[in-house]
RNA sequence: GGGGGAGUAGCCCAAUGGCAGAGGCAGAGGACUUAAAAUCCUCCCAGUACGGGUUCGAGUCCCGUCUCCCCUACCA
């Protein structure tokens, strides 16, 4: 073994190993003294502003306590590949990492074990950093943002205020979902089929008291402003289907009893089919509408009350997942149907109420066009009502008075403005987005800086305001219980001095208790990064100015929705109030791919952890100390499947350098694909030659085979990084590589330094240690792309192959710059045995191929 | 039901409409070695899920079908 760290330049040249343990310290820590990857942005000392900016963001992990797996880094090593090689393109390049550190598990932990949040986060922090650190990646540690930090929350609390004042944040009674585990209220989307995402505790609806933003406000815009979004398109889609913008109408239907005298009360449906409203057979009111008691006739009552009991007791979803045929009761009242005169028998239609009718969308009534809409055909055939016709096969309009004959997009405005000119109803757009629900019921959270009046009786008024910016933070107090208190309020009450504030007038105020959700500290972390420990504002305007937007963010495809959302939405409030520049934060985003793993069962459908199975013949395994058969599947990576790979353990055995490199090499970085145990040696191979190659006495001549080889490679290698096919790049790397070996002289200086660019984005150890003997001068990191000569891509004669009617027939050498005429002379030569009919056609495509059409 | 994506060699994956193969894994043989490991060399392996169409030429473009993965689901 050579001794790590000391090559010994004074012994004689033998063949040395690739001890990546020692070259892998020693660069990280070289980085680490020379600060290699600090980056300097506008008003710091030695900023270049004249480089072109280059923001490069992962989406910040929370660090749990068990630590990185291996599917964080696949996002984390494109990244930084990217950020390095654009370093070598001159850019100025922001790359940071931080930490989203509030939220749930480490709450839980404390109330389980009695140690403070802070405590296990601050431990669990240290855990992730060392994890990352040791996979050499170019982040500015100095950048480290953590959203627990009270420096940091500060700004949180500030953007709040801002959302306050620009009345966007507001306070409703709102049936929220109550998780009694959790001791918490949670989002809609926090909660999956009636169970809590986070532990999967059971939850129900409740009204309370809640902070909520009005992100509905910004629907249009976040969903129009999609479109100049360099997205995938799935992600895009999950965002329109979120926001579910509906254009159609509200109508306005009187009610009347069976004898058609009128009730008095009048009930607003939203449709997106007005123009079908002379096929309205019948009206549809959620099983909770406000209306239902008034409208419901006595003999109906008692069903009419057990239906809606019935309801109450089904989540929406389960009212959506578990019904699969329609039911619902007869009020025994009517409404009128306002596209029918007076005396029409037609425009009596009955009202029922049915739970696949939403309180929560739209107006929480319908009316139903049997002919039109499948789940009103449905309610209609199973309670014998009636449907009209009023669609011809192909769409068009009948048995629709001045609508007959018109199409969808014509009848739609006709029947609009005769709503609107008869005062019947108006033109609505609906959304599906609802207001974002901002508040919990938590410790470990942002706290509102937001006072409550109290009266002499210690009251509250009802009155509120903002702590002002300049009293920021409001610092989360020290608790010894975490738990929510008997009252129900959340766990802030109980520290019953920081909720009590009393200002210079002797005014006494009450201290929100209610905590923000886990998202908010994530909705800006991008812009602090900029200018991260600025104490005078969350960001210098100029520095943003320079940074934004973020052009290249990366992350799992389980963002898509909430967080992506939610930071837009933030944004274009900050945007509005002149804080930011861009419209939009994220310019460009990739999902990267999941890395799954193998997991392993056996006969008796046991999960058998990953580490105690060996494959006995392709495709076979078994378990190692029984010697039972066992069958694989691809999993997600998960503790309970038994199947986690830890980076730790990887590192050990082949290096931080052939871990990137594999996460790199597995397949397109948006692809999923298991992590294959017997793929790593051939990466760590790959890195064993080069260290071989370099190994090799240097020479001052090279072989022309080897100058071409580096020329394409150089070329690939670009064109590729700026595609992000990171796997096709390191392939052209081996192709290198292979070259050089059959080669069997070393190289020349200047082909050495070459590479060592090239290996740099993706082993960047190895090449350090590289470039130092190969004489580098100046720090890799910083040294210009190489740039490769066309001279040197070209043979200097090419072998094509020649077609006839499109089959291959032969294959011509002609030179690499020869013209038309020259090379289909030559294929004519080639091939000249097939050519005895009339040729009909000649396709030649310089240096590709040639193809003669012949009768 | 709706939306997004994918099907290429034993496996992972490449291929501006132009010879289906860049690279890796696995497999076979050989060289080196006292031997093994490592290393090096050589070799083996398909017509691109299926059916049509456009084209001189289709893995690639268009239409239809099948399978798989992800998201979403009574939103009126």
């Known amino acids: 073994m050579t001794p790590p760290g000391d090559p010994g330049p004074e012994q004689p040249r033998t063949m040395s190993t690739y001890d990546f343990t020692a070259i892998e310290a020693r660069w990280q820590a070289f980085w680490m003294e020379q600060q290699s990857f600090r980056c300097l942005g506008p008003g710091e000392e030695g900023f270049d502003p004249s480089k072109p900016k280059y923001y490069v963001l992962d989406m910040f992990p929370y660090p749990s306590g068990a630590g990185l797996h291996v599917g964080h880094p696949k996002g984390y090593t494109a990244t930084d590949i990217t950020a390095r090689y654009k370093r070598h393109r001159g850019f100025n390049v922001l790359h940071p990492m931080g930490w989203d550190a509030f939220g749930l598990p480490a709450e839980q932990y404390a109330i389980q074990t009695g140690t403070h949040p802070a405590k296990t986060t601050a431990k669990n922090v240290d855990q992730f950093r060392r994890q990352l650190q040791a996979l050499g990646f170019s982040y500015d540690w100095a950048r480290e943002v953590n959203t627990t930090d009270p420096n940091y929350y500060r700004w949180t609390q500030w953007i709040f205020n801002r959302l306050f004042e620009r009345g966007l944040a507001y306070q409703a009674e709102v049936p929220v979902w109550w998780c009694e585990a959790l001791g918490t209220v949670l989002a809609n989307e926090e909660v999956i089929d009636g169970m809590s995402e ?39 889609a999950m965002q329109r289907e979120w926001i579910g913008r509906s254009v159609g109408a509200e109508i306005s239907f009187a009610t009347a009893s069976v004898s058609g005298e009128a009730l008095g009360s009048d009930f607003t449906v939203f449709t997106t089919r007005p123009d079908t409203l002379f096929g309205a057979s019948f009206c549809v009111l959620s099983p909770e509408h406000p209306l239902v008691a008034e409208l419901t006739t006595p003999e109906h009552v008692d069903a009419v009350a057990a239906y ?109 403005s005769f709503l609107e000119e008869q005062k019947l109803g108006t033109g609505k757009v609906n959304y599906r987005l609802r207001d974002w629900l901002f508040s919990r019921q938590r410790y470990w959270g942002e706290p509102f800086p937001v006072l409550h009046e109290l009266n002499a009786a210690g009251e509250d008024t009802g009155e509120r305001k903002t702590v002002a910016d300049g009293d920021l933070p409001v610092t989360l107090p020290e608790l010894e219980d975490f738990t929510p208190t008997a009252s129900g309020d959340p766990p802030l009450a109980r520290a019953e001095d920081w909720v009590k504030v009393v200002d210079a007038d002797g005014k006494v105020w009450r201290r929100e208790t209610n905590s923000m959700p886990q998202w908010a500290g994530s909705c800006w972390y991008y812009l602090r990064f900029m200018d991260p420990h600025n104490d005078q504002a969350a960001w210098d305007p100029e520095i943003e100015k320079y940074w934004m937007p973020v052009d290249l963010y990366v992350g799992g495809a389980e963002h898509a929705v ?62 190692q100390a029984t010697g039972d058969k066992v069958e694989r599947l691809v999993a997600k990576m998960s503790k309970s499947l038994k199947n986690v790979i830890n980076p730790d353990d990887v590192i050990q055995e082949y290096g931080a350098d052939t871990m990137r490199l594999y996460e790199a090499f597995m397949g397109p970085v948006t692809a999923s694909a298991p ?39 150089i070329k690939k290698v670009g064109e590729d990084l700026e ?133």
């Open 198 to 236: 986070r532990g999967s505790h059971p939850c129900v609806r409740k009204p309370l008291r809640q902070w909520m933003l009005r992100i509905t406000e910004y629907a249009d815009r976040l969903l129009d402003d999609l479109e100049g979004l360099d997205w995938p398109e799935s992600v895009k």
């Open 308 to 416: 809606q009991e019935q309801a109450a007791r089904k989540s929406e979803l389960e009212r959506a997942e578990l019904q699969k045929e329609k039911t619902g009761v007869f009020t025994g009242s009517y409404a009128l149907n306002p596209a029918f005169a007076e005396g029409d028998p037609r425009r009596l239609i009955p009202v029922w109420i049915a739970d696949y009718v939403l309180m929560s969308y739209g107006t929480g009534a319908i009316m139903c066009v049997p002919d039109g809409d499948e789940r009103d055909r449905e309610f209609a055939e199973a309670y014998g009502l009636s449907v009209p016709q009023v669609l011809e096969e192909d769409g068009t309009l009948c048995n629709s008075d001045f609508l007959n004959g018109l199409s969808q997009e014509q009848a739609v405005p006709k029947m609009v």
């Open 675 to 713: 992590w294959n145990p017997r793929d790593l040696p051939g990466v760590h191979r790959f890195l064993q030659r080069v260290w071989r190659l370099f190994d090799r006495e240097a020479v001052t001549e090279a072989p022309e085979e080897v100058t071409r080889a580096l020329h394409r490679a």
């Open 562 to 623: 909430l967080h992506l959302l939610y930071a837009r939405f933030w944004h274009k409030v900050l945007f509005d109030a002149g804080l930011v520049s861009t419209p939009e934060p994220f310019q460009s985003l990739v999902n990267q791919g999941m890395v799954q793993s193998y997991a392993f069962k056996d006969e008796r459908g046991a999960l058998v952890p990953i580490d105690e199975v060996e494959e006995t013949q392709e495709g076979e395994y078994q378990r």
């Open 723 to 855: 595609q992000m096919n990171y796997n096709t790049a390191i392939a052209a790397m081996m192709e290198f590589v292979n070259a050089c070996t059959k080669s069997e002289v070393g190289l020349t200086t200047a082909h050495a330094q070459a590479f060592c660019i090239l290996l740099e984005p993706f082993a960047p150890h190895l090449a350090e240690e590289l470039w130092a003997q190969s004489q580098g001068v100046g720090a890799l990191a910083d040294t210009p792309w190489p740039a490769y000569d066309e001279a040197w891509l070209k043979a200097s004669t090419v072998e094509i192959p020649v077609q006839v009617n499109g089959k291959l027939r032969g294959k011509a050498q002609v030179a690499a710059d020869a013209d038309r005429d020259t090379i289909e002379g030559a294929a004519r030569d080639a091939v000249a045995e097939h050519l005895e009919g009339t040729i009909r056609k000649v396709v030649v495509v310089p240096g590709r191929l040639v193809n003669f059409v012949v009768a």
